[in-house]
């Protein structure tokens, strides 16, 4: 691994690294990390850097240290950390206002892509799922962004629907008319229609 750049904070810099390190070794929430002393060799940095990079991970919900165990990697099941950064940055109505209208303006986009990437056979199957199936507005709407084919899109969304979620706004749930209304009318391939019947779903007047 590369060592971690002097201009800024050490541990910052090695909380950067151990991310890096989760991901490329595919660790999973109850997997183990390497003890410090590894850690320190691998990212070449003192033992104290690596505790104290190991500490902010742990505050975050990201990690769970065990007595006599060692450090390993938690189940975020629970969107804890999603819940803490949303005490911090949600504080105000504009950003709350603003991760809606960011999580709408992406389902859109995401609409878009599928009238020019989705198949019919794909949009057929999903019309017939959410016409037969019970699910919730976010695992209809997750089915949208997977089938845009955008990766980053889905990331992006995902983000911004856990913190929607923790806003807790009340909102009239959709009807299955309203589901099945939208993947009509891509499935004509009309961007016209696909906005109106999106409009009509979110009960939106300007997007």
Known sequence: MSKPNSDSKVYVEIVKQLRLLIEKNHLKPGDKLPSERELSERLNVGRSSVREGLRALE?????????GEGTFIRDFEG????????????QDDKAKKDIMETKYLIEIDCLWLNMYKATD?????????????????????????????NHLFLRIWTIL?????????????????????????????????????YRTLRKLSNI
């Open 59 to 67: 505050l975050l919900g990201l990690i769970e240290t065990r007595r």
């Open 79 to 90: 969107h804890q950390l999603v819940q803490l950064l949303s005490t911090f940055i949600l």
């Open 121 to 149: 056979n794909e949009l057929t199957e999903l019309k017939v799922w959410a016409e037969t199936a019970t699910y919730t507005d976010d695992e209809f709407f997750l089915k949208v962004v997977q089938y845009a084919k």
């Open 161 to 197: 629907k856990d913190y929607y979620n923790s806003l807790q706004i009340a909102q009239e749930t959709p009807k299955k008319t309203d589901y099945s209304q939208l993947i009509e009318a891509l499935l004509n391939r009309r961007e016209s229609e696909v906005r109106e019947a």
